[in-house]
């Protein structure tokens, strides 16, 4: 299928330049309820997305198509010329493909057991963990390994074969008068039961908190501790509008040198991007990927981002990456945790809007901690101005690391408003 | 746009028959459910043009089959007639992979025989690529210049043709038709203070839905700039009166999700103990349903081949049903109502809401916005999580406009995060107006993955929630 693509476009005598994005797809998936198996599925799939570009002096235009089948000779060329004509028309300021060098690879070691029996084990590890109140009332395990190659009209020949193991689980509990459950994600890059079972041992010890959990009383104010996916989302929207796209789109108006915290009187944040793994190695228009400090010490240092947007900023592309990097705190999370605060577990979804200052969220579960006792609460909002919390935040010295972020694991704001 | 059912699935159906007669010979079910949509994502903002495929684009197969113990499905995109045994073999590799965990104890679907095909096209005329940038573009330009705070303004018009045919061993269904979501967004500045504003809905004629774009952005623009005076609100409790798009993001999130019958197999859904007994304010009805309104997913067929339906969830306060996927209905003993949707082919179906709202009511606005004594009108959907099992709720609109003593006092507050208990919400709901509106431009996951199209309104709702 890629030669015939290849063939077609370079034959076509209107296209100045091509770009083909085959991903295979290999996933196994297996879905629990109330811990029993209910489905299994198989994924295997080939699918192709082609950019067809038309240069026109100062101006390139472009247009995707995808193709997932094999194609006729005609079928192909119709789509070709279709994309070919739309692109007359999109007429952005020219940047070139990235160019070739050699025809290069990488690849995760494969795991060698069958990927069902990985499934299988996992699931188990994951139910080991019930009590007789409390289990897994959902799961769902996917095993997926992805090959991506791009090749693109510049002699870009690059392929590399990515694999994960992505988990949700519901832990729920069952009590004498009220059932309570969480939502838990995990993503794992390697299978490590050690890691799994302690995940599961940790969803089952929280949604039992959850099941403890009364209203929170006469707390207007108080410290927030977010950890793990909160920390990371919480840095991620910092930095989202740093990328080549968002300065030449002007969606922030920060510049190199920009402080992004003011009056710091706590930790000084360093926030960047990495490839997931070594074989992680390029983004989807084959620029090489290597880690990038967007944010060093509290200040903007670097932007980051697409070929097409660094070159229309007279940068050097850093490609689009999955794994976001924070520095590690000096404050251990005992530390942290001495004075009266409340230690988010469960969020809906932290809101944070950068333009109105605004971070907040609804607590499913959380722990307050006014110092002499620990007692767990649900069913309450938090809120605060985000600029004033960048000014006195604290990182916690333990770190995690997950598929999407690696860091420290806790993270505190200072005197958020509680209802 | 093409205007009719694809011709590859056509070409592909005598193998696909003949793949469901000889799993039909080796399973107790099988059935083989095939897509082919393809869609253009054209959008234009002040430096750049893109023409990428619509989000939706996609073309594949799910072959499903019960061993008389569990269901497994396959998901390729080749199906042949020199790969048919290799399809056969992947299959039964997936079936014997069993696995030491126990299984549920689940029957083979029973379906109705069903042979229909259906068809539903744009109405009014296409644009070509040509047309369509040129439109875009001088909507954005109309945005740039309307302001010397305006930034960057993005126009934008996704269009997607459907085509889906699910084959059985006793039905035999196919489907097509389009539909196509245009979009505006502005970024305005002053001083250093940068706000936004946008605005999304469908239609299914690409031709009303640019002509109604242009006004979208006047809208849009407008919005952003009085956004900059915008402050977050303080935390408390208030009477709110919702537009239309956060009356149905109270429906989705706070209702709808909870009523997904594949939660209620999981005992993941409180509502399963609350079927006949009051939920909501007696003013308040909420339907679900492909054939409840006409917008996004607005299907004739779902992705287990069963009919669109029109479910009744809650009648004037009481609930009285819920919506299913087949395998759900199965397991519950219920009639599947036509809910069962993928995020694409190589996912799994799951019960999924298609159109939600609550019904219109018999107040008018203005006396609404006059009876709150101190309060906000918000309005337009940012994003909300549902909490089926515990009812908490979390539901951001992009802005809200403050009312004191009956009147609008010009303070606008900006984004207005809404949290609580479910029932309490609904059961404070004491005013529902005569207005109503769906809007098709929504895209909703089950928990944090799983996203499909949808569509939710209403009309507009008082009621009081805690802002913070």
């Known amino acids: 299928m890629i030669r015939q693509l290849m063939n077609a476009l370079a034959a076509h005598p209107a296209v100045t330049g091509w770009l083909l994005n085959e991903t295979k797809t290999v996933s196994s998936q297996a879905f629990y309820v109330m811990q029993k198996r209910e489905t299994t599925r198989r994924v295997e799939t080939c699918e192709y997305g082609v950019t067809v570009y038309r240069r026109d002096g100062d101006f390139v235009g472009s247009s995707s198509f995808f193709v997932s089948r094999r194609l006729t000779k005609r079928e192909l060329a119709a789509k070709i010329d279709e994309a070919v004509y739309a692109a007359q028309f999109v007429k952005n300021k020219a940047y070139d493909l990235v160019e070739g060098g050699a025809k290069r690879s990488w690849k995760e070691p494969a795991d060698s057991v069958d990927p069902f029996v990985t499934i299988d084990r996992i699931a188990n590890a994951f139910f080991a963990a019930a009590t007789p109140v409390s289990r897994f009332n959902a799961l769902e395990v996917f095993h997926v390994r992805t090959t991506a190659r791009i090749l693109n009209s510049r002699g870009v020949d690059l392929t590399k074969a990515i694999a994960k193991i992505d988990v949700e689980a519901i832990p729920s509990y069952d009590g004498p008068e009220r059932k309570v459950e969480l939502i838990r994600q995990f993503s794992y890059k390697t299978v490590d039961f050690d890691v799994i079972r302690r995940d599961a041992e940790e969803a089952i010890a929280d949604v039992a908190l959850r099941h403890a959990a009364g209203a929170i009383r006469d707390v207007a104010k108080a410290d927030v501790i977010l950890r793990d996916d909160d920390v990371a989302e919480f840095f991620d929207n910092l930095i989202a509008d740093f990328s080549y796209d968002g300065v030449y789109r002007q969606t922030t108006d920060k510049k190199i040198g920009d402080p992004i915290q003011k009056d710091v009187q706590g930790d000084l944040l360093t926030i960047g991007w990495s490839p997931s793994s070594k074989a992680d190695a390029f983004d989807r228009d084959g620029v090489l990927l290597a880690p990038v400090r967007v944010v060093e010490a509290g200040t903007l240092v670097s932007h980051y981002g697409s070929n097409q947007y660094a070159q229309y900023l007279g940068m050097k592309p850093a490609g689009v990456f999955g794994t976001l990097e924070a520095a590690k705190g000096r404050t251990s999370v005992a530390v942290m945790k001495k004075k009266p605060h409340l230690e988010i577990i469960a969020l809906s979804g932290i809101q944070i809007d950068t333009y109105s200052g605004y971070i907040g969220g609804e607590v499913r579960l959380a722990v307050w901690d006014d110092g002499k006792h620990r007692v767990p609460v649900s069913g309450f909002a938090f809120s605060g101005n985000i600029d004033k919390a960048l000014s006195d935040v604290t990182l916690s010295r333990e770190t995690v690391r997950m598929v999407r972020y690696r860091g420290p694991r806790y993270l505190k704001l200072k005197d958020m408003d509680i209802l | ?468």
């Open chain 2, 1 to 468: 746009m093409t205007g009719k059912f694809s011709n590859y699935l056509k070409s592909k159906k005598p193998v696909i028959q003949k793949l469901v007669a000889l799993l039909g010979t080796k399973f107790a079910y099988a059935s083989v459910f095939a897509t082919d949509v393809s869609g253009t994502n054209v959008a234009v903002d002040r430096s750049t043009t893109s023409v990428t495929p619509s989000g939706l684009t996609e073309c594949g197969f799910v072959i499903k089959v019960f061993d008389g113990v569990a269901y497994a499905e396959y998901s390729t995109n080749t199906i042949d007639d020199k790969h048919l045994d290799d399809v056969v073999a992947a299959i039964e590799r997936l079936v014997a992979a069993k696995g030491t965990v126990p299984t549920v104890r689940v029957e083979a679907l029973r379906e109705e025989p069903l042979t229909k095909s259906f068809v539903r096209r744009n109405r009014g005329r296409t644009f070509t690529a040509e047309e369509t940038i040129d439109l875009l573009k001088s909507i954005v330009q109309g945005a740039l210049d309307s302001s010397s705070l305006v930034v960057n303004a993005r126009a934008s018009i996704e269009t997607t043709e459907v085509s889906k045919m699910f084959l059985s061993k006793v039905k035999d269904l196919e489907q097509y038709y389009t539909w196509s979501n245009p979009r505006s967004f502005a970024l305005v500045r002053r001083e250093g203070n940068t706000k936004f504003a946008y605005d999304g809905f469908g239609d299914n004629s690409v031709e009303h839905a640019l002509d109604l774009l242009g006004e979208s952005m006047d809208k849009t623009v407008k919005l952003a700039i009085e956004l900059l005076d915008s402050v977050p609100p303080k935390p408390g409790y208030y009477d709110i009166v919702t537009d239309p798009s956060i009356t149905g993001l109270i429906a989705h999130e706070a209702f709808g999700h909870g009523v997904e019958m594949d939660m209620f197999v999981k005992d993941r859904a409180a509502a399963k103990d609350y079927m006949g007994k009051p939920v909501a304010s007696p003013l308040v009805s909420m339907r679900d349903g492909a054939a409840s309104a006409f917008s996004v997913a607005s299907y004739f067929f779902d992705d287990d081949g069963v009919l669109a339906h029109d479910t009744k969830i809650i009648d004037r306060g009481i609930l009285v049903g819920g919506i299913s996927d087949a395998l759900s209905a199965l397991q519950l003993g219920k009639e599947p109502t036509g809910n069962g949707r993928r995020e694409s082919y190589k996912r799994k179906a799951y019960t999924r809401m298609t159109n939600t709202f609550f019904e219109q009511g018999t107040s008018a606005f203005d006396d609404m916005i006059a009876s709150i004594k101190e309060g906000y009108y918000i309005a337009v959907t940012n994003n909300g999580m549902e909490d089926p099992k515990n009812w908490g709720i979390q539901c951001t609109a992009h802005y809200g406009r403050e009312i004191k003593d009956g009147t609008f006092t010009g303070k606008i507050v900006s984004p207005v995060v809404m949290s609580g208990y479910v029932i309490d919400l609904l059961q404070s709901i004491s005013a529902v107006s005569r207005d109503f509106e769906v809007i098709g431009s929504g895209s909703c996951g089950k928990g944090y993955k799983e996203w499909v199209r949808v569509s939710d309104g209403g009309p507009c709702l008082k009621a009081k929630v805690k802002i913070g």
